[in-house]
């Protein structure tokens, strides 16, 4: 039987959005690497809709269990729904390449700032957890 202290959905929903967030600011910090690399097209990444789905599509499903260890765990899969796709829009410039910097830096704050109030949200919760188990 299983604990659902590690079972919890949000903490599980949580560790994704993560996940999905650093999977984000590589994004970005790849593009501010490449803003003067001819005919470079900036990147973007939206691992929101996917991570809705799948959180949808998981309180239906019947989580499955590993009898051998060569099994693959079942949450190994929601690790790799990440999309990169170009950006649309933005300015070529003669070289080919649409890097805007400013965007790339304001996204990287909001992006950063997302993982902050996530992590510090897990924090809470876990602290919360473990003053009730120590009975405080």
Not at 50 to 66: D, G, H, N, P, Y
Not at 82 to 108: C, F, K, P
Request: charge should be neutral; proline fraction near 1%.
């Amino acid at each position: 039987m299983s604990s659902s202290l590690f079972t919890d959905d949000a903490i599980g929903a949580a560790k994704l959005a993560l996940k999905g967030l650093a999977a984000r600011q590589q994004t970005i910090s790849s593009n501010i690497a490449n803003v003067d690399t001819p005919g470079y097209s900036a990147k973007q990444l939206d691992f929101e809709t996917t991570l809705q789905r799948s959180l949808k599509s998981s309180k239906s499903m019947v989580s499955m269990a590993k009898t051998n260890k060569l099994h693959l765990d079942s949450s190994s899969s929601s690790s790799s729904f990440y999309n990169t796709s170009n950006r649309a829009g933005g300015t070529y410039r003669e070289d080919g390449n649409n890097v805007d910097i400013d965007t790339e830096l304001i996204d990287m704050s909001e992006t950063s700032i997302k993982y902050q109030a996530i992590s510090q949200e897990i924090s809470s919760k876990l602290l919360l957890l473990k003053s009730i188990a120590q009975g405080g």
